[in-house]
């Protein structure tokens, strides 16, 4: 069972995928980007809460970024070194517009003297919908990003993910 304090900030995540407009062809997910040093939520995020098609994580990073006055690409050089990022659902490795996946955002924050994003904490895996296995894991391992299912919500969460999707025949 996930510690009171992942527990309360996965709900966080969840009340910010609420807010994602329904889609067809993506998940509805939320993040939340956090300085586990002093416990301090520094970015917010869900899917197409920024213009055009965007992600949660993604738009996290970039809410963060504007913050601090720097382009997302260089948002790990104002990332605090005990950053940590909640995510509903895992990083997407691959998606199915082509656009850049939120693995290799994240592993981008890393570099220029920047440890970058230390750990994830994600509710469930990627269901293989839409574009299959999800590599994702394995990816950030590589680079050191420590990945951590949070268990206990998925239920939730996948119903979140899913509002507006057809359902198979029961
Ligand atoms: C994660 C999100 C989101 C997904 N996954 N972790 N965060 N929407 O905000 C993963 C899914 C892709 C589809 C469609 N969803 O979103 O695989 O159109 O949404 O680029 O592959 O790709 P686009
Ligand atoms: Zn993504």
């Not at 990022?85 to 996946?101: I, V």
């Not at 509710?123 to 299912?149: D, W």
């Amino acid at each position: 069972m996930a510690s009171p304090q992942h527990a309360a900030y996965m709900r966080l995540a969840m009340a910010e995928a609420q807010k994602s407009p329904p889609k067809p062809t993506n998940f509805r997910v939320g993040a939340v980007l956090v300085d586990e040093s002093n416990d301090a939520i520094l970015s917010t995020g869900y899917t197409l809460e920024l213009p055009g098609n965007t992600h949660a994580e993604q738009c996290c990073l970039a809410k963060y970024a504007a913050s601090k006055g720097v382009l997302e690409e260089q948002v790990g050089l104002v990332l605090p070194p005990e950053t940590v990022l909640y995510t509903t659902m895992e990083p997407c490795a691959k998606r199915l517009s082509g656009n850049m996946p939120c693995v290799e955002r994240i592993i981008r924050t890393q570099g220029g003297g920047s440890k970058g994003i230390a750990r994830v904490y994600s509710g469930v895996r990627e269901p293989e919908t839409f574009v299959g296995e999800n590599s994702g894991r394995a990816q950030l391992e590589k680079h050191g990003v420590e990945c951590i299912l949070i268990t206990g919500f998925e239920d939730e969460i996948m119903e979140i993910a899913t509002a507006g999707h057809e359902k198979a025949a029961a």
